[in-house]
């Protein structure tokens, strides 16, 4: 499969917990963002990447969300300190420069 | 910084019948404009899009129109058919946005046998 992939599908984690979420783009890709969607809305920018560099990161992502992009390939996305209004879909997507962004399957966070 | 708006937030047709979804954008540097479709528990996946010097696309059952003086474009889909049932979302880039996209808050579509 060379689309969008991202580990793990499904996170249950307990409220103060750090969790750490993987994407790996399309291998060609190198632009690599990262949204948050919660139910019945549409997906919100979160951070952007090119190759290594975050270029871009919303004032939705507090000082507990952190984003890295080590060799331009696969991202990390980790939250500190979970709290219950952290729970969504993480989703991550990937393009060529000024392409169409392409979706991973997500990452669903449940915070209990 | 960019916002989007869609409109309705659920429509259902009958099959065979026609869909129209419309969308309006805040940033007038916004130069592109895509349409996602989201299946339940699936991944958004682009259907169609257009650039700001584009005023209509087609591909087979759907189209986009885009009038940039009123910053509205709609995607409408003919000949529904059940299969189309799933949540559409419009999105708009701001022209310095790196290439990120703002989405609207979708609308669910139910096409009915």
């Known amino acids: 499969d060379t689309g969008v992939s991202q580990d793990p599908r499904h996170k249950i984690t307990k409220r103060g917990q750090n969790v750490t979420f993987r994407c790996d783009p399309i291998?060609?890709?190198?632009?690599l963002y990262w949204y948050r969607q919660t139910l019945g809305q549409g997906p919100e920018f979160l951070t952007y990447f090119q190759n290594e560099a975050q270029l871009e990161k919303s004032r939705l992502l507090s000082d507990r969300f952190s984003a890295e992009r080590p060799k331009g390939s696969f991202s990390t996305l980790e939250i500190q300190r979970t709290e219950q209004g952290d729970s969504a879909m993480y989703l991550c997507?990937?393009?060529?420069?000024?392409?169409?962004?392409?979706f991973g399957p997500g990452t669903r966070l449940t915070v209990t | 910084g960019e916002n989007v708006e869609q409109h309705p937030s659920t429509l259902s047709v009958q099959e065979g019948d026609s869909a129209v979804i419309k969308c309006t954008y805040s940033d007038s540097a916004s130069n592109y404009f895509p349409w996602y479709k989201q299946e339940l528990g699936k991944r958004p996946q682009l259907i169609i899009d257009?650039?700001?010097?584009?005023g209509e696309k087609k591909d087979q059952r759907i189209a986009v129109t885009l009038n940039k003086t009123a910053k509205h474009f709609s995607l409408h889909i003919t000949e529904t058919q059940p299969e189309d049932s799933a949540v559409y979302f419009c999105?708009?880039?701001?022209?310095?946005?790196?290439?990120?996209?703002?989405f609207g808050p979708g609308t669910s579509l139910s096409v009915i046998p």
């Open positions: 257009i650039r700001s010097n584009v």
């Open positions: 997507a990937s393009s060529r420069p000024a392409g169409e962004q392409y």
């Open positions: 291998s060609e890709h190198n632009r």
């Open positions: 999105a708009a880039r701001p022209q310095t946005s790196y290439d990120k996209v703002i």
